[in-house]
């Protein structure tokens, strides 16, 4: 079967353009990938007989891509801590203890991922807890949703709680065993997951390089320079490093397919050296002002002598939103206070085409390109009142796009597909 979606068609492609039909269809074939795109009046002939989703005026756009989220921690938004490592240490490791038992991690699964789905998010980047037993049960779950999901199992020997802690063996050898069960079955990939440098002592970390190195198309995801207490720790940790990126560097983690959350702290140095490996640096805007941690520079990021990859991430539960617009307005707010105004294209074609290079899944998802899969969020500029207000005064695309990551949250999200099923769709009012 195939299936004609129809609405205000716009995708994002990474060289700047916006595709933009006022009047557009999206057709899907029966292999869930993308047919054709184009004005709803020139609908191939052979399609014209296909179910229909008419969205009216709703715009159809690539589904939303989070480049950094935390699954265990989906119940702790707004938690409160003093900065990141009181966090951690009074709310997130105890609520990760409990996904060592897989009958509980595989029910929170299912809650998880329809949330992602009700927010528009058809694809993450996620963090699990230590224990095998959650990342088998989420990646299950996408599987089950046909999901383009990438996710590892946390790795951390030190500085944490027992029920929360591996060894850097135990912890290298469930990591293989995840990556060769999981890895390129169906749209799922493996990323090697060292939490971050307070948590992981020098044999992990030698350990998740020489994964990194033997586990074809693997990603590796942590955190890097993310708050003042953090950086000092580091320091003390590892002496002999030249900086908090220099620790990673020395383990060969440092990559084109490495993603370091936050970043905010960086040096001139650190800048240069994740320039010169392609490495990302995911922007999680709501958690950096929620926890106090500051301000992170795109600016800085990407001098023109130096530039460094960025992609965009809720970071839930320290991040404040499961909602990818909400994280856009205020990834807008923080560059704003920084002295850079992004537009909202640009801030859609983060989370959209931006997100799934930093992920190297472009080739199927991040645009709505023929031979891609049917990932679209449906989202609607008149959700809310609010909304709808503000809407009457649009006068351009990027008037509509700007109030939606102002404005907008999951109620904006009239439906969400995953490779061409629809798996969320708005209730009525």
Known sequence: MTLVIRGQVISFASDGAVLHEPKGAVLVGGNGHIEWVGPANAIPAHAMSATMHD????????GLIDAHIHFPQYRMLAAPGRDLLDWLSRFTFPE????????????????????????GTTTALTFCSVHKACADALFAAAERRNMALITGKTMMDRNAIPAVQDDPETGARESEELYKSWHSKGRLRYAVTP???????EEQLRLSGELL????????????????????????????????????????????????AHGIHLSERECQRLSETGSTVVHCATSNTFLGSGLMSMTHLQKAERPIHIGVGTDVGGGTSYSMLATLGETYKVQMLGGYKPTAAELFR???????????????????????????AVIDPEATPVLKSRHELSQSLEDILFSLIILGDDRAIAATYVAGNRLHQKEAA
């Open 55 to 62: 969205y009216g005026d709703k715009l159809v756009m690539p």
């Open 96 to 119: 990760e203890a409990r996904y060592s038992d897989h009958a509980y991690a595989a029910v929170k699964a299912e809650i998880f991922l329809d949330r992602l789905l009700a927010h």
């Open 195 to 201: 939490r971050f440098a307070v948590t992981s002592s």
């Open 213 to 260: 190195k033997s586990l074809d198309g693997a990603l590796i995801q942590t955190h890097i320079s993310e708050s003042a207490r953090e950086i000092a720790m580091v320091k003390t940790l590892f002496p002999n490093a030249k900086d908090y990126t220099d620790v990673y560097d020395q383990f060969g983690l440092l990559s084109e397919r490495s993603l370091l």
């Open 350 to 376: 983060m989370a959209t085409i931006g997100n799934a290079q930093r992920l190297h899944i472009e080739d199927e998802t991040g645009s709505l390109s023929v031979g891609k899969f049917a990932d679209i």
